[in-house]
């Protein structure tokens, strides 16, 4: 009996799988539409530079009508339309970024995934997507998460030598894996964005940021705080010494307009600044 009551767990098991599979597949057909019609469009949210209130740069975060990024990202990824739709998203950025830079400054920040990472041209789309738009690569962040970089010798080798055109490599939600600082020390990066779990932590918020943030500068690192959501985070951040922070305190992410228009009157517009979908 209990060997009978296995197998039919086993089958439970399997048809659940089964479905997840049959449901990422249905997803990626229809992303695979989106990015043939031309609905994937791309949102832009500020990094402040702490110190003076200024918006140092925007990260391009991909948006598909209602659909949030973290429910159709992994499909895209599994099935490798990630490379395509990454592509667009970095073209759409570096567009929209280079007469943002021109005008203020402002360099763009954009997420790349393990998949893109790994394969062989990936720099040369990059330095395409620069060339086409006129964006210096000075002005173009990428953004990967800690952890792509271990045991994948391309993906660094393609990171080194972007970072030799002067492009800068930032890893994106640190503190949410396992790597540590140490494993940092060796990477070619060059800004540590600490995940927003950081401040949600309550009272242990205060000294764990400032030990990233002091580890990371230890390590020549720029910090960003990610998750930034009150003007006291924001004060906190200030003292501890970090330089940069992100968060709907400063703005929400937003289609490229309204993103010119605050670039423009920067004087705390962004603080009232909603997502508008
Ligand atoms: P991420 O790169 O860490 O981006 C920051 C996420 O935090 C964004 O979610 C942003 O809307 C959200 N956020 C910003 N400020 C706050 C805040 O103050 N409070 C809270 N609670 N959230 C805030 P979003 O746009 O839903 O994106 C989720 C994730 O999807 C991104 O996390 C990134 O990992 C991935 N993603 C987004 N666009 C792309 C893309 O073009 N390519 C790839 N590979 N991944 C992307
Ligand atoms: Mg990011
Ligand atoms: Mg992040
Ligand atoms: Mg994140």
Redesign the pocket.
Known sequence: AAKAAGKDRAVVYEAALRETRLRRLAVVERLRTALVTDEITVHY?PIVTLRTGCVDAV????RWQST???AF?PAAEDSGL?VPL?DR?LRAACRAAAPWHDRHGTSVT????PRQLREPDFAVMVRRALLDSGLPATALIL?ITEGVLVGSALAIAHLHELRQDGVRVAV??FGTGYSSLAYLRDLPIDILKID?SFLRSGPASRPMVRSVVDLAHGLGLVTVT????TAAQAAMLVELGCDKG????FGR?SPAGQMSALLENRTGAWLTDRETP
């Open positions: 949210q990260e391009a975060l991909v949030p990024p973290d990202i990630i990454g998203v954009v997420n790349v995934s953004e994106d939600d927003r990610e998750g930034v959501e992100q968060g709907w305190h992410p």
